[in-house]
């Protein structure tokens, strides 16, 4: 069975395979009540819906739908942002950091996620060349480096 992680996750894929068909065709309008205009049933829209088909993702539909009238309505102001975590996020993290970037970035955005388990916990997010990083192990180097640089004027105790 599929997590809703991984259907969210399925579902973002899916778009943008459908969103870039339809774009290099030249068939995206900006309007999104063109989006079944934009999704022919082409050769690549055929592949999607089978590899959909495939991997039982068929109920995912509606989502995909949303998420292609998106990209078509945002276009390339879609932000991409990826996500660095410790460990997998849960449906309920992940909507809270997309709705934090999308506040932050004042469009939307694509979570593109990696688990690290070296950062030990919290969180590095990148896009556009700018990286946050909020992970426990920055925060540790960070540390020590106050400590160091305090330590090298004391005396030894």
């Known amino acids: 069975m599929t997590s809703k992680a991984d259907a969210l996750q399925k579902v973002e894929a899916y778009a943008h395979s459908l969103f870039d ?11 999104p009540r063109d989006v079944r205009k934009a999704l022919k049933f082409s050769p690549e829209i055929r592949d999607v819906l089978k590899r959909m088909e495939k ?3 068929l109920p995912l539909l509606e989502q995909l739908y949303d998420d292609v009238k998106n990209l078509i309505t945002y276009g390339d102001q879609v ?22 970037c999308e506040k932050d970035l004042g469009v ?50």
């Not at 942002?81 to 934090?100: Q, S």
């Open 79 to 100: 932000a991409t942002v990826n996500v660095t975590t410790a460990m997998r996020m849960n449906a309920e993290l992940r909507g809270k950091v997309r709705a934090k």
């Open 21 to 31: 068909a339809a774009r290099g065709k030249g068939e995206v309008e900006q309007e």
């Open 55 to 57: 991997e039982k993702d």
């Open 108 to 157: 939307p955005v694509r979570l593109v996620e990696r688990v690290d388990p070296k950062i030990m916990g919290g969180i590095i997010l990148e896009t556009n060349g700018h990286r946050r990083d909020a992970s426990v192990r920055a925060q540790l180097v960070n540390i020590r480096k106050t400590l160091s640089s305090s330590y090298q004027g004391g005396a030894e105790a």
